[in-house]
Structures are given as structure tokens and as C-alpha cells.
């Protein structure tokens, strides 16, 4: 079974502060997406990177960043958190067209 | 990108057929259309992936009109389980590019 793992399930961060969110995968990958998920908004894909130090912006990328330094690990970093990203953050990977997805991080900024 | 659309809940009874539709009329050429099933506290789980007519496996089936501007994903006899929030996506992901563009999710309630 392919496994996704979250640095943390739950997260409270303070405004202005930086913060890393990590994502681990164990089967090899090529593809790693983060989204964030909203009520009533659905996903909404932020970044995504098909390759080691390769990224691509999705819909949403204001305000985040990515880093991608070895094929199993894709990292979300807020630079300066604000209280409007506050939300649920997804990471996933893909094989053909299955996406796996972690369990999420509900991140609260104050 | 793709834009979908998806009807934001409904109720059905235990034992029943549920039918789910997503609309996303400028779907491209290379687009396919994926399910997603969701509980609460967990992330999306993968159900089914069609690009055109009918596609079945031991959960569901998926069925894409000719014109794929819309797409209904079908669940049999659900049970109480099956309450859950489905998301259609639509997009590429065979060749790992971001155009993906996901409903936003159609809250199933099963009732017994």
C-alpha cells in the first residue's frame, strides 16, 4: 500500500510566523501535489512538482512556496503565515492517474 | 482548466442506488474524469477513473457521455458507510502536469 505521511495532523502557528509543513511519501513517486481544503470550496491545488527541485504553480500558490530536495519529500512553506490560511492542507502523490493522498494538516493561524 | 460542478448534497436510503453528477463542459481533449470518496478526518480515496462511456469496478461505476461535459458516478445498494463527501476531478494526471481542477464535493448522507 502506498503510504503518505504528514509532519503533523494538527498545527497552531501565529501570524507572521514561518511555517514548514512536510510531506513523505514511500513508493517512489514521480508526481507531489499540495492542496488546501476549504468548507464549500472543495481542493484547490496550491503547488505541485513532478521531479526533484522541479515545481509548478497551481490555482492558489500567493503566499506559499515548495521545496523538493529528494524525490519522497515535498514541502509546503508558508513564509509569513496570515489568519486567511487557515485550513486544511492536503499533500498527495500520484502514479498514472490515482492520486494517493496523506491524512491532512489543519493548520490555525492566530 | 476544467472547471466542475457538482450538486452540493443529497440524502439517500440504505439499499438504494446513488447517482452523482458532475458537469465540466470545457473539459480538454487529454482531461480524464476521477472520483474521489472522502470521510471526515481523512484525505480523498481513489473510486473510479473513466475518459469516455462506461466504466465499472467492484465499488462503482462511471458514466461519461459521448460529449464528456458531464459525468455520473453510480453507487450500488449503499449502506451506511458510503455517507461520505464525493469529488469529481478532472484533468491529466498521466503525464504530471497541474491542470487539475476538482468539484466541491457532494455531501452523501445515507439514511437507513
Known amino acids: 500500500d502506498v503510504k503518505v505521511t504528514q509532519s503533523s495532523r494538527y498545527l497552531v502557528k501565529r501570524t507572521g510566523e514561518k511555517v514548514f509543513l512536510e510531506c513523505v511519501q514511500d513508493m517512489d513517486h514521480e508526481n507531489m501535489f499540495w492542496y488546501r481544503q476549504d468548507p464549500g470550496l472543495g481542493l484547490r491545488l496550491i503547488y505541485f512538482s513532478y521531479d526533484v527541485k522541479m515545481k509548478e504553480k497551481g490555482d492558489i500558490p500567493e503566499g506559499y512556496s515548495v521545496s523538493r530536495e529528494k524525490k519522497e519529500r515535498f514541502s509546503l512553506i508558508l513564509e509569513s503565515a496570515s489568519t486567511n490560511q487557515t485550513s486544511m492542507y492536503l499533500c498527495?502523490?500520484?502514479?498514472?492517474?490515482?492520486?494517493?493522498f496523506g491524512p491532512g494538516t489543519r493548520l490555525t493561524v492566530t | 482548466l476544467a472547471k466542475t460542478t457538482q450538486p452540493i448534497s443529497m440524502d439517500s436510503y440504505e439499499g438504494q442506488e446513488v447517482n452523482i453528477t458532475c458537469s465540466h463542459n470545457n473539459i480538454a481533449t487529454n482531461d480524464y474524469i476521477t472520483w474521489y470518496q472522502q470521510f471526515p478526518s481523512q484525505g480523498p480515496r481513489f473510486i473510479i477513473q473513466g475518459y469516455k462511456t462506461k466504466v465499472t469496478n467492484e465499488v462503482a461505476s462511471l458514466f461519461i457521455p459521448a460529449d464528456r461535459k458531464s459525468s455520473t458516478l453510480s453507487l450500488p445498494r449503499v449502506s451506511l458507510s458510503d455517507t461520505a463527501v464525493y469529488y469529481c476531478?478532472?484533468?491529466?494526471?498521466?503525464?504530471?502536469?497541474?491542470?487539475?481542477?476538482f468539484g466541491k464535493g457532494n455531501q452523501v448522507v445515507v439514511i437507513p
Open positions: 476531478l478532472v484533468g491529466d494526471l498521466h503525464y504530471g502536469n497541474n491542470r487539475l481542477a
Open positions: 498527495a502523490t500520484s502514479l498514472g492517474g490515482e492520486q494517493y
